[in-house]
């Protein structure tokens, strides 16, 4: 009977550690053109499953992720996946730099881990302008069970996309952009795809659909908002409700209220929202434009309508109103007071504030430069630090794994070379685990963006005026939020440090759709000696000097009722179990 109870504690323990694996989900996504009108136009705009916006990733930290991408469009694709770090597999990064595009008509099937991360994040079309079509998503990352959220669970999750739009195509914006042209002011702005609540018959005509977020009174929502537009920064604020931040692009943040704030292009966050009025009608759910040159802006704001089950009737009077446009200091007051949560736990158990970032000896210093757009060699070109991106035939991950010589320089200086601007493909040479700081210093006249894929960057500074060595003495070295996108106002700078421990080749660049477009990217080069990345994925698509090596497009997988292996096999294995334990029974 003893042996019987130590066979029945071994199983037992195996059949743990078989049920521990990280799941996989699976998905199946057709990318293509559908008809819509956002603004009461019928256009072309780029959709998933018929989708737009696109369909949320739900999932939560260490899952693995199966996408099965089918290109429907006229041109070649790539999906990426904003915010997601991709840890030790750039493979998986979908932009111009790892990876071939996907052609029209064929199929891909991106699997990534979404390890140590917890959050929101979103995903969208990263070639040719595309995202201004849309083709854009959410990502939630979810806390694992062992980890509690640091504030009460809420009664409900919530995802709002909100974005400047364009009645042209994306294809007629590009055409302006390369001829100078410049994209000009919106149309209109869109939440969750849909325009606005027809909240005054002088603004808004009739006939246009709109978003309405049904709520129960009393609850708690966890609101996730967005900013996947095209190159307008965005007020977002909700008539007579607080907004609590609790967290922004995979971190956790201290705990405070605001009455409305700025997101800019490329940036997400999250708010608790409790339903605390009277209901005595809906409420306006407001993201109004910042910055922009518009002879009539009152025709820019996107409204939707907050409605509560108990609501008696519906919204009406004026929208709650915006910062003043004059003040050119709220903004940046703002997001300096964002904070980094240090005391809450995210994906692991220990504290956000564990990383003492502020103790770490800076080993590298990049002062990036940018200009509005500017003719080199005849062509409409933005820059950072003098140098237009120019994306090879051959992806640079490609290059770097084959040994393909002359497809990029690992020469990107550390600072503004004086010298005249220049088209080359030049990338930061980063040195595995150095910890970076890098200042971002904004020459053009409106609000940029800068994103770097792969990690998670601390904001410790910013400010107007130009950056100096003595600029560091205002830097927070303490609770500056982790983040992977970061504004930087016109004329002014400002600072991130960056621990590079993530091998791979990353994308920095402009989320404004335009400064992208015209080469104001690079790369970053993160060689780990001991060769520790993943290694290229058996389905990889060729291009550009690797063309020969491409094979025929296999058939098209559907993952979609495809169950996950981990459950299959976790259930044949119950199976065997049960069966033995059946036979010592009897």
Request: proline share 6%; net charge negative; charged share 15%.
């Amino acid at each position: 009977m003893l042996s019987y109870y130590c066979y029945l504690l071994l199983l037992l323990c195996f059949t743990t550690l078989c049920l521990a694996e990280d799941p996989y989900v699976y998905f199946d996504w057709t990318v293509s053109y559908i008809t819509a009108s956002p603004l009461g136009v019928k256009q072309q705009v780029i959709g998933i499953n018929g989708q737009f916006p696109g369909p949320i990733l739900n999932v939560t930290t260490n899952w693995n992720v199966v996408v099965n991408v089918k290109n429907d469009l006229d041109e070649p694709m790539l999906l990426t996946w904003n915010g997601i770090q991709q840890r030790k597999d750039t493979w998986q990064d979908g932009v111009s730099g790892t990876n071939c595009p996907i052609p029209a008509g064929w199929n891909w099937t991106y699997e990534f881990q979404v390890k140590d991360q917890i959050g929101s994040f979103y995903y969208f079309p990263s070639l040719s302008l595309q995202r201004a079509a849309g083709g854009y998503g959410g990502i939630t990352i979810n806390n694992r069970n062992v980890i509690p959220l640091p504030f009460a669970t809420p009664d409900g999750d919530i995802t709002l996309f909100i974005s400047d739009w364009f009645i042209k195509s994306h294809k007629e914006l590009r055409k302006e952009i390369e001829t100078g042209v410049g994209l000009g002011a919106p149309d209109g702005i869109l939440i969750n795809g849909l325009g606005p609540y027809h909240y005054d018959n002088a603004v808004v005509s009739g006939g246009i659909a709109y978003q309405t977020v049904n709520v129960e009174p009393g609850k708690t929502y966890r609101l996730r908002v967005h900013n996947v537009g095209v190159s307008t920064s965005l007020n977002f604020r909700i008539q007579s409700h607080n907004l609590l931040l609790v967290e922004t692009e995979g971190s956790y943040t201290v705990q405070q209220n605001y009455t409305s704030l700025d997101i800019h292009v490329g940036q997400s966050y999250s708010f608790l929202v409790t339903m605390d009025q009277n209901a005595s009608s809906d409420y306006y759910i407001v993201a109004s434009p910042r910055f922009v040159n518009s002879s009539d802006s009152s025709k820019l704001v996107g409204v939707s309508v907050l409605h509560y089950s108990n609501s008696q009737g519906p919204a009406s009077g004026p929208l709650p109103d915006p910062p003043m446009e004059s003040d050119t200091f709220f903004s940046m007051s703002q997001a300096r007071s964002i904070r980094w949560n240090v005391s809450a736990g995210a994906a692991r158990p220990n504290p956000q504030g564990s990383f003492k970032y502020g103790e770490i000896t800076v080993t590298d210093v990049f002062v990036l430069h940018n200009r509005p757009a500017e003719l080199i060699e005849g062509k409409w070109r933005t820059t950072l630090s003098g140098i237009s991106y120019l994306a090879p035939s051959t992806p640079l991950k490609l290059a770097e794994q084959f040994n393909i010589p002359g497809v990029f320089k690992l020469d990107f200086p550390n600072k503004m070379m004086n010298r005249q601007a220049k088209v080359d493909t030049s990338v930061i040479n980063g040195t595995y685990k150095a910890f970076v700081e890098i200042i971002f210093q904004n020459n053009d006249t409106t609000v940029q963006s800068y994103h770097l894929d792969g990690y998670a960057f601390f904001v410790v500074g910013m400010d107007y005026g130009l950056w100096t060595e003595n600029s560091r003495s205002t830097y927070n070295k303490w609770d500056g939020v982790a983040r992977c996108t970061t504004q930087v106002f016109p004329g002014a700078w400002t600072a991130i440090l960056v621990f590079l421990d993530n091998p791979g080749i990353w994308n920095l660049r402009a989320q404004n759709l335009d400064s992208w477009y015209l080469g104001q990217e690079t790369y970053v080069s993160v060689v780990n000696p001991e060769n520790s990345e993943l290694p290229v994925p058996a389905n990889t698509i060729f291009c550009g000097a690797l063309s020969p090596l491409q094979k025929d497009q296999a058939r098209r997988v559907n993952f979609s009722s495809a169950p996950s292996l981990t459950k299959t096999m976790n259930l044949i294995f119950i199976g065997f179990v049960v069966s033995l334990l059946g036979s010592f029974m009897r």
